[in-house]
């Protein structure tokens, strides 16, 4: 069936006007260019891709350094990974346009009018570098050639890898997925070598595989560090940063064929592809690695797992650079859906130089958007003090999504309720909804009621991310009284909107000024 029959046969809605436009079906410049193999790759190149080798460690501080509640930590979130999946399926079979969760948020939310989706628009710019993925590539490469590390060579070199992506994404939409297509197909080798890894340390005897191993179930439960609910609330966010791809393809729905079947079968598909790694892999870190060394392995600890179980030539140089590509591979993705992101909020014209910000110049594909990335990305890693952001900036950026995600959530019975006999063409368990706005609220609220900072270990005297995070999205959303209320009422205008097309097809919209006399 195709898009135009789905459409057609989903029950018509009757919107407001304000968002009436978000039920039409919309085909990018470029055309329709991701299938269900494309599809699942974007999805499993997003979720597997620095977090599982670099993570791990800083959870396993957060939950007092007891195995049982460090696998708690990912099984929460991957529940609400899963949960939040269905909740955004639903939503994406309703509006079937790129922008994800901003659209969502714009679809559900028309009153007052645009705050929502202005607040997620600036949150978004403001929030689109890559510098996670920035820090991993520099480290595991500069390990894997045996170079030593300290912090501006690990920034450099990351950043040498950042520009290369988005020169490649920015001048080639085609080439772009190409390259990320085939460093996928190798992710996909590497996890499942992950989880053959796994496999073989926890169910072959040690005297086949001469493992003596860390993890008994006498240390399963007891705890050897202190444990809060906040610091709990951390390891989640953490351990759903490596899930954090999960809701990132519907950002470039315009570009799936067949988008309702595909993301159908390439979301759950992923996400049990992500969760099988995970396990085997985290049961393969607390069996090889000793407990202190793991605990202090920051970045580095799938490192030190191929180290300890292959050696100093194959675990730290070969296979070592194998998550390095991994990680590359994972930056193309991440900044080919920072880039279609952006490029949809400039669409909507609220910010300075949207027309240009959100064209396709200079050969079809989204680089104005990708230097932006580059910019802050390079800022950033500029501008802050050396020592280890890498936990602080995952939470940072986790803490204001979770925000969103609980919006997106409880939106799922406010347009049941507003529209009781549209049945979506996917539709989502009730279960699901409930899950994950439990789950969200405890990671909103945790953080916040604590009497201890809820940062990574070290940086406890750094503003808390959490009400630093809750002070950006403040931000956004005064951006938007000054925008659209404000400074309309200081100067006796109204803001109307207009449409303008791009010579490739794309449209803009342009806020014009218009004197409130001339309304009568």
């Known amino acids: 069936m195709s898009d135009r029959e789905q459409l057609i046969k989903t029950p018509k809605l009757e919107l407001h006007d304000s968002v009436l436009y978000l039920r039409e079906l919309e ?60 909740v955004y399926l639903e939503l994406g079979s309703l509006v079937p346009r790129s922008g994800g969760t901003k659209v969502f948020l714009e679809y559900i939310y028309d009153r007052p009018r645009l705050l929502a989706s202005v607040t997620f628009l600036v949150f978004s710019i403001i929030s689109g570098f890559t510098i996670t993925n920035c820090l991993v590539i520099g480290e595991y490469l500069l390990r894997s050639l045996g170079i030593e590390t300290n912090d501006s ?42 989880i053959i890894t796994g496999f073989y340390v926890l169910f072959f005897p040690t005297s086949v595989s001469h493992i003596d191993s860390n993890l008994t179930w006498d240390n399963f439960f007891p705890l050897k560090a202190e444990v809060t609910s906040s610091l709990f609330a951390s390891g989640v966010i953490k351990a759903s940063f490596a899930f954090s791809g999960w809701n990132a393809v519907h950002t470039v729905s315009n570009e799936v064929k067949n988008p309702v079947r595909v993301f159908k079968i390439a979301g759950p598909t992923s996400l049990l592809i992500a969760l099988i790694t995970y396990v085997f892999t985290n049961l393969a870190y607390l069996i090889v690695i000793p407990d202190e060394e793991f605990a202090n392995g920051k970045t580095l600890v799938g490192s030190l797992l191929f180290e300890h179980l292959f050696g100093e030539i194959l675990g730290r140089k070969i296979l070592t650079f194998s998550i390095f590509i991994c990680a590359a591979g994972n930056l193309f993705v991440v900044m080919y859906t920072i880039s279609r992101t952006s490029q949809e909020c400039f669409r909507e014209g609220y910010l300075p130089f949207s027309s240009f910000m959100s064209s396709n110049w200079p050969r079809g594909a989204p680089l104005p958007t990708l230097i932006l990335s580059v910019l802050f990305t390079t800022l950033v ?44 063409p996917i539709r989502a368990p009730t279960s699901a909804s409930v899950v994950t706005i439990i789950i969200s609220s405890y990671l909103i609220i945790s953080p916040l009621a604590t009497t201890k900072s809820p940062n990574p270990k070290g940086l406890e005297n750094w503003p808390s991310y959490a009400y630093l995070g809750l002070f950006i999205l403040l931000l956004c959303s005064i951006y938007w009284v000054f925008l659209f209320k404000l400074l309309p009422w200081f100067y006796g205008y109204t803001l109307v909107q207009e449409e303008i097309e791009h010579k490739d097809g794309l449209t803009v919209k342009k806020w014009v000024k218009v004197e409130n006399s001339q309304f009568g």
């Open 153 to 194: 060579r690990i920034r450099l070199t990351g950043l040498f890898f950042v520009y290369l992506t988005a020169a490649i994404h920015g001048l080639s939409m085609s080439h772009g997925v190409l390259v990320q297509n085939f460093i996928g197909g190798l992710k996909l080798g590497l996890m499942g070598f992950m």
């Open 381 to 424: 890693l500029t501008l802050t003090p050396s020592g280890d952001i890498y936990s602080y900036i995952i939470s940072l950026e986790g803490y204001p999504q979770t925000y969103f995600t609980l919006g997106v959530a409880i939106g799922i019975f406010i347009i049941r309720k507003r529209y009781p006999d549209v049945i979506a």
């Open 27 to 86: 085909n990018a410049p470029q055309g329709r260019h991701l299938g269900l193999f494309s599809t699942i790759v974007l999805f499993v190149s997003r979720i597997l891709g620095t977090g599982i080798f670099s993570i791990s460690s800083g959870i396993y501080e957060d939950c007092g350094r007891s195995p049982a509640l460090f696998f708690a930590a990912w099984l929460v979130a991957a529940i609400m990974a899963f949960c939040g999946l269905c």
